[in-house]
């Protein structure tokens, strides 16, 4: 819950949520009744062009709400909220969610919303890569991601949290995997996309007048 102290005018509040995995994207499926085959079937996703299964839009949208509701918790509601889809979130993604503050009127609290998402591709060592992820095995840099500058890197100065996948005979897209939650604690450089998946508008009802 926010601490209503910190409720100034430009300022932001940001979550990391994940990271995104077929298991929670199969859950969702299931029970939304979505079971559109470019979030569960890799093999048509393929065949569409995805190189591998998207998470759902709804999934990533109802993320955002669920860190909304708790950010306001008991000290408000959320009174209103718009959206819109800008691009996809892979399994192994970590989810960032960002709230920033745009004006406040009495106990109304308005704020712009995004959900970006974070796909691992590589990490290196003096030039020399020591760990791959699936971004990067089955080709999920676009010539979209280089034009728009969202291939980024950072040195890793905190463990990180991943997606490992293995996959049986006939290997990938056409078979069954598994997958490992795995942290990499031994640092270097990573190579990341870090691109907006949503971006909306929201109000929040406070229960008490806020001091600007």
């Not at 300022?11 to 949520?17: A, D, Y």
């Not at 591998?52 to 909220?81: E, N, R, T």
């Not at 949290?161 to 990938?172: A, I, L, S």
């Amino acid at each position: 819950m926010v601490d209503v102290s910190e409720i100034k005018v430009d300022k932001e509040f940001t979550k990391l949520i994940g990271p995104s995995t077929r298991s929670n994207i199969k859950e969702y499926a299931k029970a939304s009744k979505d079971r559109n085959a470019i979030h569960v079937s890799d093999d048509s996703a393929f065949a569409g062009g995805l190189h591998g299964v998207i998470q759902h839009g709804m999934l990533g949208y109802a993320i955002a709400i669920d860190f909304m509701d708790q950010w306001v918790c008991d000290v408000g509601k959320l009174k209103s909220i718009t959206s819109e889809m800008r691009a996809n979130v892979r399994p192994g993604d970590m989810m960032e969610v960002m709230l920033k503050i745009e004006s406040i009127e009495d106990k109304t609290v308005s704020c712009i919303w995004k959900l970006s998402s974070i796909t691992p591709f590589t990490i290196s060592k003096d030039d020399e890569v020591v760990k791959t992820f699936e971004a990067e095995e089955h080709e999920w840099l676009d010539k979209k991601d280089i034009e728009n500058n969202v291939i980024v890197e950072k040195e890793l100065e905190e463990p990180m949290t991943y997606v490992d996948y293995t996959w049986d005979d006939p290997g990938f897209p056409k078979g069954k995997w598994s997958e490992t939650i795995g942290t990499w604690d031994e640092g270097g450089t990573l190579k990341y996309r870090y691109r907006m998946a949503f971006q909306g508008k929201v109000e929040f009802e406070f229960n008490e007048p806020l001091d600007v």
